[in-house]
């Protein structure tokens, strides 16, 4: 079983609409939960990061964990064509913290 | 601040060569990563760095692969002799130390292709 489990999609949506990307994870006892976005011929680059179980907002983005289920997600609001990219789930390790990415979920925001 | 930088962006060489990726951290940076992404995965560590030492090159195919990180800045990867499976991208990262809460800024990558 993967560490971190994420649907690669592809995901096309209009613009303006809400994205919901997700990932699952299988270690209980992971506590720092990041999102990367990746453009086209681009590396990641963190998006937003967070420690707990929750909402945390940052302008249009919103992650969310709920450790209970080992279920994160990001949301996007009123997404914009720039919103186009692949978004990847990373959790560090408890005891190395090494980065443990989803396969990544490729978003079209069409104009 | 300048990011990391990565060269060359694109090679293509054909199974048995050998090639070379080079990775120039951001400055003060101690720690450097090296992953591989294959097409439609998540980028998967290859070897990590704490200034010119290895602290975790469990993941890399030391039969073919290697890396150094001479006076802890600049970092070569080299592939010896390539597979057709090799082919990816090549990330390199770097942040200030390896604790979960400095961030891993990461270059544009090398794209490689073995035909």
Redesign the interface.
Known sequence: QKE?E?D?GPLSVPEGAIVSLNCTYSNSAFQ?FMWYRQYS??????LMYTYSSGNKEDGRFTAQVDKSSKYISLFIRDSQPSDSATY?C?I?RSN????S????TTVTVRA | EAG?AQSPRYKIIEKRQSVAFWCNPISGHATLYWYQQIL??????LI?FQNNGVV?DSQLPKDRFSAERLKGVDSTLKIQPAKLEDSAVY?C?SSRS???ED???????T?LTVL
């Open positions: 971190v994420q690669p720092y011929r681009k590396g990641p680059e963190l990847l990373a560090p190395d913290y090494k980065l990415f989803g396969a990544g | 990391v439609g995965q998540g980028p998967k560590l990590q975790d990330l990262a390896p604790q979960r961030t891993q800024y990461f270059g544009p990558g794209r």
